[in-house]
């Protein structure tokens, strides 16, 4: 963290000018690589035959891939998208690096809750409802779209 710190904040100066930019471009940085892993390996294992038959069939590359691979890969594409909402909305650290002037309204929900815990003392009055709202929504969405994550792992049990 302190090599992307030092350069990105001292010499490029991105983190005082564009904080919220920034930290989009690091989250991007940081999360295509396993989202790239992840669909390499998916597509790898699907079948060229599929593919063959659409061509057959008159598809053009552009429609094989958004009628016949892009639905096969929903499921995977919804586990990256959760994977990444968890991993965006509860991380602590790099916010805490790149938004250190940004001031209460502009921090994140983990950042902005801990406001309610000093040093010598801690508001649990407050802490804990600010704790249950910025979990809620993060589960909310979990449990929407648990299904397909479950039809991911069946679908790749059985290839």
């Not at 690589?33 to 061509?55: C, D, N, T, V």
């Not at 919804?78 to 968890?86: F, G, R």
């Not at 991380?91 to 902005?112: E, H, M, R, V, W």
Request: overall charge neutral; charged content about 10%.
């Amino acid at each position: 963290m302190i090599p992307l710190v030092s350069i990105y904040g001292s010499e490029l100066g991105l983190i005082q000018s564009y904080p919220h930019t920034t930290l989009i471009f690091m989250y991007i940085g940081f999360g295509a690589p396993l989202a790239i892993f992840i669909y390499h390996g998916f597509i790898k294992s699907i079948p060229l035959e599929l593919e063959e038959a659409a061509l057959i069939d008159g598809c053009n590359k552009r429609q094989m891939f958004f009628k016949i691979i892009f639905p096969i890969l929903k499921p995977t594409t919804v586990t990256i998208a959760i994977l990444d909402i968890l991993w965006i909305w509860n991380d602590f650290l790099l916010p805490s690096l790149i938004l250190q002037n940004g001031g209460p309204k502009g921090f994140t929900l983990p950042l902005a809750i801990r406001i309610f815990q000093g040093t010598f003392s801690s508001d649990y009055e407050m802490f804990l409802p600010a704790v249950l709202l910025v979990i809620l929504p993060i589960l909310f969405v979990y449990l929407f779209l648990q299904r397909f994550v479950i039809d991911g792992v069946i679908q790749g049990s059985i290839k």
